[in-house]
């Protein structure tokens, strides 16, 4: 039982569980009925399943050269090559768990899981890190959409708001890493913005994720949709102005941006309903 749960949480559950659900929920909203609404949960599950996993396999020495007590294979409690092993098994499966849904929706989970995988490798330490976060997660949505009976183009909105928050979510997600990253050799395009750049650009992206969710679909923007406009516009600049006053640890910006990036995350689960 130590050893499955420690090969679960190899996986980045959290995310991963975070990105499942939200496409699952997406599903709902865009009219999947009966058995695709596990089949669509599984699906995405297994890519981030994958990339978890794969990650953690590559970077096991850096993990224990790091101290990284949070890392299964650095601790010892799951081994490096049942890591690699779940990691192939968990690719594979994701072509196999798409197919019931056509070759379309089937070729586009693929081509977003092998995405999110050149990021494990080679892409995490270059300028093009954040390449496969827009890629991968404008082709999730895109996945939730075609997947419909009759294989529905997917709104270029919803995939253009998919990959601003994919890129958003990349800087966000390596800002508590930095330091970290940066000792192990780990030089992808926040590092190489350092903290304040990498802050800025997961702003902007994220800005532009919720007006994209906002003024893509046809019509006229609900009175949600303004509201979370509102909220994101006031939110990063009163975590910038109040990360500039602090003295302490600057996390006032972090924490803005953290925010604005939940709010997307509901706007892209409630845009099921406008597509």
Request: charged share 10%.
């Amino acid at each position: 039982m130590a050893r499955a749960l420690a090969l679960i949480k190899s996986s980045h559950p959290e995310p991963g569980l975070a990105v499942t659900v939200a496409m699952t929920l997406l599903a709902a909203g865009v009219g999947h009925r009966g058995w695709a609404i596990p089949g669509i949960f599984l699906a995405v599950l297994a890519t981030q399943l994958a990339v978890g996993w794969v990650n953690d396999w590559l970077d096991a020495a850096r993990d224990r050269v790091a101290g990284r007590g949070d890392k299964p294979i650095a601790t010892g409690a799951v081994s490096r090559r049942t890591v690699g092993i779940a990691g192939l098994i968990a690719s594979l499966a994701v072509p196999l768990l798409a197919a019931p849904f056509g070759l379309e929706p089937a070729l586009i989970l693929t081509v977003a899981t092998v995405f999110a995988l050149l990021y494990d490798w080679p892409l995490k330490s270059t300028v093009f890190s954040v390449v496969p976060y827009l890629v991968a997660f404008g082709l999730l949505p895109a996945f939730v959409v075609t997947a419909l009976p009759g294989h529905p183009a997917p709104p270029s909105w919803l995939v253009a708001a998919g990959a601003l928050l994919g890129g958003g979510a990349h800087f966000a997600n390596v800002l508590p890493d930095l330091e970290d990253d940066a000792a192990t050799g780990v030089r992808g395009l926040p590092h190489r913005l350092g903290a304040a750049g990498s802050t800025l650009a997961a702003a902007i992206l994220l800005l532009g994720a919720t007006l994209t969710l906002v003024f893509g679909p046809d019509g006229p923007p609900s009175w949600a949709g303004w509201a979370a406009a509102a909220a994101s516009v006031v939110v990063l600049p009163l975590g910038w102005y109040a990360s500039k006053r602090a003295t302490g640890r600057r996390v006032a910006m972090f924490r803005a941006v953290i925010m604005v990036a939940l709010i997307d995350v509901l706007l892209l689960i409630f845009s099921g309903r406008v597509v």
